[in-house]
Structure formats: C-alpha cells, structure tokens
C-alpha cells in the first residue's frame, strides 16, 4: 500500500525550499522502490519548522522538519516512511504543544488538507454550512451570523451580522460581496495561509454571504504580491463552477453566485474598503467620503458588503456548527476566535488561533518563545503600521477590541511584530510617518502634507534639534492627523508615533515627565 506523505505547498514553506524537498522526496522514493503519495498539503503555520514534512501512519500523522534536500536520504535510511526515529523527527504533528493548544475553527483543516482537492474539503467537514444555508431564509442567515458574535477581522472590528443586514435590506438589482485580500498589514499573513491552504472555505463564505443579501457577484481583491495564492484560488473556482458550487445554479437551488479574483497594484491603501472599490471600478485607489456606507452604496454605486479574508472563511463553520457555538469561544464583546501571526524577532514565528482573551505575554513567550535573538523583548506593534507599540508593562493586556481600546492600541487583523531592545523606537516613530507619507492616497490635506512634515520633525527630532519645540510639534501634528483625516491612514499614524514617544522617551532624547508635557 502507498505511503501518504505531505509537503506543504504553502508559499512561506516554499521560499524555504519545500518544492526541492517535494522533488528530493519522490526521486528518492522512485530509487529505493517505495511506493508513495505526496501531498502537497497548506502549512501547519509552525513557520520555524518549515520544510514540514508530515508521513502518514497508524498513530496519525508524523512530523519531520526543518528539512532541506539534503537530508532526504538519511530521512529514508531511518524509515521515515513508517515513522522511524531521525534527529530532525518531531513526534505527531497534532501533539506538538504549538499546535494542540489551539483552538482551530477557521484553520480548522489547514495544513491537513490538499487545498485545491474538493473531495478533501468535502471530506473534512466543508461545505456543511452551504447545506445548512440552502435551507434557510437569508434572514435566518444574517442572524445565525449576528448571534456568532463576529466582527470584522479586517481590522475595524464592525459586526458582521449588522453589516450584512444593511445589504440584505438595501433594495437593489444588483449587490455585490467583495473580500478584501489585500492584507497589506506588516507581520500579517493568515489571509494567505486561508486562501493558499484552504481556498474552498473562502469560496464557501462568501457564496453564504451572496445568497444571504441577494448578491449574485462575488469579487477577490488580491494584492498582486500573492501569485501563489492567485493561481490555487483559481483552481479552486475552477473546481467549484464545474461541481455546481458556483454558477447559476448552486447545488441545484436555482440560486446563482459568480466569483472572480481582481489583483491589486501594491497600494497599501487599496486595502482601505472605499479605495478598493474604486480600484475595482479601474480608477486610481483614492479613498472616498462616507457616508453613503459602501452598504448601501458601494461597487459601482451598488449594495455591497466589503469583507475581510478571515470573516468571510470563519461563516462556513457559523454556519454548520450554529451562531451560538462560535460564540462560545472568545471573551466579552470579541467573540470566537483570532488567527494571531507571529512575526519579526520571535524564535518561532507562526500563526496561533485562539479564543479572544489570551494575553500578549502568553503569545509572546508560551508559543513564540521570545525573541529569536536571545535578547530581551522591548516593544511589540499589534494591528500592522497603523498599530501601537506596546511595551513591556503592558504585555499581560488580554487580545481583546475593547481592552485594547483601553490601552490606546487595536488588535487590528492580529499581526504582532516584535522588537528585541536594541530597536530605536524613535526611528520607529520616524518609519511610521514615512510610511504614512508614500502611502498617502493624498485625498486630505493633513495626511498628505502633514505626514511630510511628521517626517522633518522626525529628522529634527532624532538629530537632537530644538527638543523643546520639536516634541510640542510632533503632539500637535499627530492631533491634526487624529482628528482631521478621511481615513484611518493617516488617523492612525499617530497610534504608532505617539505609543512609541509615550512609551519610550528615552529614545527621543528626553525623559518621562517631559514626554508628557
Ligand atoms: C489604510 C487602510 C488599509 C486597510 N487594509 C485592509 C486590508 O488589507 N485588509 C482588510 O481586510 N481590511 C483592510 N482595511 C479595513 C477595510 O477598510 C474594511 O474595514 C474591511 O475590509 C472590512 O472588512 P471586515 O469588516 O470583515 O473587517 C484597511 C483600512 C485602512 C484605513
Ligand atoms: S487620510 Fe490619507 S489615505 Fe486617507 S483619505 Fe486622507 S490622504 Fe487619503
């Protein structure tokens, strides 16, 4: 009989050599007269273990890694294919401590399954909700996702149900559900991982999320960095129109939803719902004014619901399990669970989905492990370049909207980015007016000019000048941008900014108490 082994197709995994392990593993195997099966299966997000390969056998599956080419045949000559002893061997995959400590709902079937393989995904629980929701009202829907308690992961944290509910009572022709995968945020990755290892439970959020409203066009915003994730999703369309999952008439209900991927062109701030929209509709990426709500007037001047990634592919299991069990997971108003990443100075990196509530220092030391440098964590960004840095004293904080709210940071879509203390936090400061300034869509004055200027201050600052009026200014400015920008470009570049002056004086060449004159 074959043996089933698994090597992930993840591009994370890939840039770490997984397609050379993949061709190593199959000649090596054809050499020595072994039958097997390759997988090319999505990644366990055990990212410091990648090359992860996984060997099928009676007690579950076995994981080796980090494996490079080179260690192919010694892997065979210790029978790997039956789970023998290797030095690089790691026991079973599901018992890894990084990874039973999980609470995996959305994640629930990456890294186990084939991602462009239907009868995997069907095999594995998907498509339950899609069943459940062909016999149900789209009021019905709507509320079994209201009573989930999700809120949008893309980082606003907007109540998915109440979004969706606006839509479906919105009349109008034609709506549309567009997810927005441009997940530009530093440190974030989970909407890859989704789309790269488990493209299906995407393709099924968001033909729930049509049917729910009456939206019969579905549309993939992808940033043009992910060409991996491009071609599954495809595939994975493909696959769906051709078994009755997409179309016009979905699994024989009459019903019709059609769904195409549209790639982005590397602006961060097409990841900003309004601009996407215009860039869907093939014009420049230039934020517009709300209202009218993208719900009641969105692509092209239609009823639409905007979706992240993440809240789309976590309606599936809404959907089969039941709005009240999701709600199970999670701690006072941020119910169910987050795909937290972990990345920059951690030793193991990766994604953890959890029920809200863990605390930061939990994530940081339990499942990170601290920083890879061996040194001493000084400062983490939760919630990408608009998030602010915390410090240390504020590490026990629990991953949580409101609770973060009380801090002065967000949780945003759950990428926390370390630093170990030999980060300068004022060129921090001065990387997040800069990014603010080339990000700019240059729609609104104080983001516009004002992050220039955050930029001069910045300099004056770092080079010690006129402290006693440079440090008003940067306040003063950071105020303006707060309280008078369109969008959250620029009315969160003060998050980074100020967290890090408040936070890290010593950095700005000043002490505590004159940081908060
Ligand atoms: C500058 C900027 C960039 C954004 N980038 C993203 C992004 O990459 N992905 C995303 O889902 N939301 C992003 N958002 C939030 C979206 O505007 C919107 O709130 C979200 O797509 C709604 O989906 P959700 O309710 O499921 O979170 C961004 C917002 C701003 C202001
Ligand atoms: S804050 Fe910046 S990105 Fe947002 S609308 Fe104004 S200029 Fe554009």
Redesign the pocket.
């Given at each position: 009989m074959s043996i089933t082994i698994y090597v992930p197709c993840d591009s994370s995994a890939v840039s770490l050599g997984a397609d050379r392990v993949a061709t190593a593993i199959v000649q090596e195997a054809a050499k020595r007269g072994i039958d097997i099966k390759l997988v090319r299966n999505g990644s366990r997000g055990m990212y410091w273990l990648e090359p992860l390969v996984e060997v099928a056998t009676d007690k579950g599956r076995v994981a080796y890694g980090p494996v490079q080419p080179g260690d192919v045949s010694g892997l065979f000559d210790a029978d790997f294919t039956q789970g023998g002893a290797h030095a690089l061997g790691l026991g079973l995959t599901e018992e890894l401590d990084y990874f039973k400590k999980q609470q995996r709902l959305t994640f629930a079937r990456i890294g186990k399954t084939d991602p462009v393989s239907l009868t995997d995904y069907i095999d594995n629980d998907g498509y339950r909700g899609l069943k459940n929701a062909l016999a149900m009202t789209q009021e019905q829907i709507v509320q079994a996702v209201t009573d989930s308690g999700l809120r949008g992961r893309g980082g606003a944290a907007f109540p998915t149900g109440i979004k969706w509910k606006t839509v479906l009572n919105t009349a109008s022709l034609q709506k549309y559900i567009i997810c927005n995968a441009d997940e530009g945020d530093s440190g974030t990755f989970s909407d890859r991982m989704v789309m790269e290892g488990d493209p299906f439970v995407l393709i099924e959020g968001m033909t729930i999320a049509g049917l729910a409203v009456d939206a019969t066009q579905g549309y993939i915003y992808l940033r043009i960095e992910y060409p991996h994730a491009f071609e599954v999703l495809n595939a994975a369309i493909a696959t769906a129109y051709k078994e009755g999952y997409l179309g016009d008439n979905i699994q024989g209900s009459g019903l019709t939803f059609n769904l195409e991927v549209r790639l982005g062109a590397g602006a961060y701030?097409c990841g900003?719902e309004t601009s996407l929209m215009e860039s869907l509709e093939g014009k420049r990426g230039?934020?517009r004014f709300k209202p009218p709500l993208p719900a009641i007037s969105g692509l092209f001047g239609q009823p639409t619901v905007v979706n992240n990634v993440i809240s789309l592919a976590s309606v599936p299991v809404i959907l089969d399990k039941g709005g009240d069990y999701y709600r199970d997971f999670g701690m006072g108003r941020s119910r169910g669970t987050l795909p937290v990443q972990l990345a920059g100075n951690i030793k193991r990196p990766g994604l953890v989905e959890l029920g809200f509530g863990l605390t930061l220092r939990e994530l940081l030391y339990d499942f990170g492990g601290g920083a890879a440098s061996g040194r001493p964590i000084r400062a983490v960004q939760v919630g990408g370049p608009l998030g602010a840095y915390l410090p240390e004293s504020q590490f026990d904080t629990p991953l949580d909207y409101e609770a973060f709210a009380a801090i002065w940071a967000v949780v945003g879509h759950g990428g926390i980015v370390v630093f170990d203390d030999t980060v300068n936090m004022a060129e921090m400061a001065r990387y997040s007016m800069e990014f603010?300034k080339i990000?700019?869509?240059?729609?609104?004055t104080?983001?516009?000019i004002g992050s220039t200027r955050g930029v001069e201050v910045m300099d004056d600052i770092i080079n010690g000048r006129n402290l006693d009026k440079n440090i008003p200014l940067l306040r003063d400015l950071c105020d303006t941008l707060l309280n008078g920008?369109?969008?959250?470009?620029?009315?969160m570049t003060p998050y980074p900014v100020l967290s890090a002056l408040n936070h890290f004086p010593e950095d700005f060449g000043i002490n505590a108490k004159a940081s908060a004159a």
């Open positions: 701030v900003e230039l934020v603010c990000e700019s869509c240059g729609k609104c104080p983001c516009r920008s369109l969008c959250a470009l620029g009315g």
